[in-house]
């Protein structure tokens, strides 16, 4: 089995480069504050896990901008993919309710493997 980019990091790394993806998607970049708004966390816990994704080549960090590297950024496309596959199907083979399935999605998105997506691939 071929490990994925999002197969080699961490759920928390991961969760880290979803709210960077979405913050930069909509704003251009991510600032601390915003980080730990979306997450739930203090400032100093976003300062502290900001340094290891930039130690890991995840995030750049311009003064106070922080943006995803192209390999993040493929990470955050792989999760957006998974997140799509699970929710089409909840929603078709489940007959879940669409905002049921995008919740759920959204937190499977991290703990199934990409095998495991691979397989809801075949059965669409």
């Known amino acids: 089995m071929r490990l994925t980019q999002t197969d080699r990091v961490t759920l928390k790394q991961e969760m880290y480069i979803e709210v960077i993806h979405e913050l ?3 704003h251009g970049h991510a600032h601390v504050s915003e ?3 979306s997450l ?3 400032k100093p816990s976003v300062v502290q896990m900001l340094g290891r994704l930039e130690e890991a080549g995840l995030i750049k960090r311009d003064h106070k901008d922080i943006t995803l590297t ?3 950024r493929k990470i955050a496309g792989e999760l957006g993919d998974r997140q799509a596959v699970l929710h089409e ?5 489940l007959g879940m309710d ?3 399935a995008e919740h759920e999605a959204c937190r499977l998105e991290h703990v199934v493997s990409s095998a495991f997506v691979a397989g809801l691939r ?3």
């Open 24 to 26: 930069e998607r909509d």
């Open 35 to 37: 980080i730990a708004r």
């Open 40 to 42: 739930g966390v203090s």
């Open 70 to 72: 192209r390999g993040s």
């Open 89 to 93: 199907f909840m929603v078709t083979h």
């Open 98 to 100: 669409a905002r049921q």
């Open 122 to 124: 075949k059965l669409r």
